[in-house]
């Protein structure tokens, strides 16, 4: 997947694969989002925010290789893929994380 991710592409629904680039620790406030890095096909790289109250943690190493669907939200650092969980309202689809055969959401 290669996309070009600017301020226009705000809150859009996005899906593609990459490689754990690094693990960042959990966000904690507020909702608790576990967050890593993913380098994409080109080399480019995206910030993943995974909603862990709505969806399990998944369990990942610097490497792995994760598919994943959510809505890209860009801000000043380059933005975030977050909402990659089912819709906890069940109204839309929804989004994943993708691992070893088994979905996220």
């Known amino acids: 997947m290669q ?3 600017n301020k226009t592409d705000a809150d859009r ?5 990459g490689r ?4 960042i620790g959990d966000d904690n406030e507020g ?4 967050r890593f890095v993913l380098t ?13 109250d709505i969806a399990p943690r998944v369990p990942l190493g610097i490497g792995d290789r994760v598919r994943f669907r959510g809505i890209y ?3 000043e650092l380059g933005g ?11 109204d839309g689809e929804g989004g994943y994380l993708r691992f070893q055969r088994r979905e996220y959401s």
């Open 13 to 17: 629904w996005v899906a593609g694969s």
């Open 40 to 52: 994409l096909h080109g080399g480019q790289t995206l910030l993943v925010a995974h909603n862990i």
């Open 3 to 5: 996309v070009t991710f």
């Open 73 to 75: 939200e860009w801000n």
């Open 80 to 90: 975030v893929l977050h909402w990659t969980h089912h819709d906890p309202h069940g």
């Open 20 to 23: 754990v680039r690094r693990l």
């Open 31 to 34: 909702g608790r989002h576990q």
